[in-house]
């Protein structure tokens, strides 16, 4: 077993290599190397709570970009009451009818919050515009309007960083296509990922023209290429220490278990259900 998964990864890294065209990141090394940052991000989140800072992380991309995978990398040994995920469905009718950024605004962080956003306000630029779920005329007022809504939002305190996650159309197809043949990843095929797939130069029109209306001096765009899932994962992870250097932590003293007394009760033979032990 432990072979075929060893056989397997020297596959998908002799197939990375060969897309990105430079070596990339062995399993241990990866590992490794995303232990150190986890490290970096546990301190990162005492940081935020005792700053009381306000976060907000967007993550754009194409289907299949890898946006789902590096919000995990950076939220997997985090506290889920500091680093909290938003990922919206389809609006409600009554939402529709709301003024546009109206849905998002509950969501922002408070003091002592890392909220990120697993596709955001930005869906209007990309797929509400290329699926027709919405007109020229509010696609242009959105790309007018978004900067002066995210200057307020800098304003008010909030630290706000845009990721795009660049892939190629070969590498998305791969990924799409992988997912169709693993039961585990089939929820993360929807219709709409089909009827998009066939539109990748609308796709891009539309990122372009919303970098070119929304990268603004205080909520600039950071593009990664994540043609190599491990790699953008951490230059991602690396890339939020940077732009949230740490100052100094409030010292903590050494963490002793406390000393605990059992027997004083003892347990009812109660009639309870448990679990089948199959494995």
């Known amino acids: 077993m432990g072979k075929g998964k060893d056989k397997r990864e020297a596959e998908k890294a002799e197939r990375e290599t060969l897309a990105t065209g430079s070596s990339v990141l062995g399993r241990k090394e990866y590992e490794h190397a995303l232990e150190e940052l986890h490290v970096e991000l546990v301190k990162l989140q005492q940081w935020v709570v005792q700053e009381g800072l306000k976060v907000c992380i967007l ?4 289907d299949g970009a890898g946006k789902g995978g590096t919000i995990k990398a950076i939220t997997e040994r985090v506290s889920p009451r500091v680093f909290r995920v938003v990922a919206l469905p389809a609006p409600t009718e009554r939402e529709k009818s709301q003024m546009y950024i109206q849905r998002y605004i509950p969501h922002l962080p408070a003091a002592g919050e890392v909220v990120i956003f697993d596709r955001s306000w930005y869906n209007r630029a ?14 242009r007022w959105f790309l007018e309007t978004a ?3 995210e200057f307020a939002m800098v304003k008010s305190g909030i630290i706000l960083l845009k990721y795009w996650l660049e892939v190629s159309p070969e590498e998305q197809e791969r990924r799409l296509s992988a997912r169709i043949d693993d039961g585990r990843k089939l929820w993360k095929l929807s219709p709409m990922d089909l009827k998009s797939f066939d539109r990748w130069d609308d796709y891009t029109e539309a990122r372009d023209d919303m970098f070119e209306a929304t990268d603004t001096e205080w909520a600039p765009w950071y593009v990664a290429r994540s043609e190599n899932k491990k790699q953008v994962r951490l230059n991602v992870i ?3 220490l940077e732009r949230l250097p740490l100052g100094k932590l409030e010292k903590q003293g050494k963490i002793e278990l406390p000393e605990r007394k059992i027997g004083r009760y003892t347990p009812k033979a109660l009639p309870l259900k448990f679990v089948p032990e199959r494995f």
């Open 147 to 149: 900067p002066q809504t």
């Open 59 to 62: 993550f754009e991309g194409r």
């Open 238 to 240: 690396s890339h939020i």
């Open 126 to 139: 990309g797929v509400e515009r290329v699926m027709g779920f919405c007109s020229e005329k509010d696609v």
